[in-house]
């Protein structure tokens, strides 16, 4: 399974809805969102600054990282934006390959 990092930012109906209803709870609801697509929570965090969470989770394809991010971001109270992570391995394989490319105006 593929591993993706998810940054979330609430508005204000969603950082009221945080305060109602708890951290903990959040983070329950984003574990049974993630394991009803297949995948699993590896981690989730709440913090302060550029964003308010921080979302790690192994989904098994892309498309379910697709489906849990259009349902977020058309939930209007979250906004959300995930990218893949790439291991070391998948990164020395990607080294490896041969890639026909001519750049702009070679």
Known sequence: MAKYLTTASY????????????GSARRAAVQK????LGGKLEG???AYGDHDAYVISE?????????????????????????????AEEMDAATKRTVAYRAPGA
């Open 59 to 87: 989904l098994p394809d892309a498309t379910a990282a697709l489906a849990i991010s259009l349902a977020v971001n058309a939930s209007g109270a979250v906004g959300a934006k995930t990218v893949p992570l790439i291991t």
């Open 44 to 46: 989730f965090y709440f």
């Open 11 to 22: 508005n204000s109906d969603g950082v009221r809805g945080l305060i109602k209803d708890g």
């Open 33 to 36: 969102l993630v394991e009803g």
